[in-house]
């Protein structure tokens, strides 16, 4: 999961509570979870997110390469919104992804529409 650089660059930003929850219904069929973030781990979310899964790692000080090939290489990837975080997924032909569906906040979000598109499915909150 990367929760992504939402304090420094985000136009909507995604609640810790929204990502909370998607893990927790992963946590229903992956026992192993990485969590990714630009921005510091608050303790709220890494105690909530550990109580669902039986190996947590939370990382939020790593490089962005490294950051990056872990996405790329997930088998479930649960990503913000962020081109970052995208291009990961993109790249990673094998995950079950889930990504949001509002990208941007304000009124012109026409670029939204064409992320979305790639979509097949969409997760029920």
Same mark, same amino acid.
């Given at each position: ?31 192993? !979870? ?14 909530? !997110? ?25 088998? %479930? ?5 962020? @081109?970052?975080?995208?291009? %990961? ?5 094998? %995950?079950?992804? %889930?990504?949001?569906? @509002? ?23």
């Amino acid at each position: 999961m990367r929760r992504g650089d939402y304090l420094n660059v985000a136009s909507h930003v995604i609640s810790d509570e929204d990502f909370i929850n998607i893990a927790w219904k992963f946590s229903k069929f992956i026992q192993n !979870i990485v969590v990714l973030s630009d921005s510091k781990i608050s303790n709220n979310v890494s105690d909530l !997110i550990s109580k669902k899964y039986a190996n947590c790692l939370f990382l939020d000080d790593i490089d962005a390469f490294t950051a990056h090939c872990l996405m790329r290489y997930a088998s %479930a990837l649960i990503i913000s919104n962020s @081109q970052f975080s995208l291009s %990961a997924a993109l790249l990673n032909k094998n %995950a079950l992804v %889930a990504l949001p569906t @509002q990208w941007f906040g304000g009124t012109d979000r026409n670029l939204e529409k064409n992320i979305n598109a790639q979509c097949r499915f969409q997760f029920l909150n």
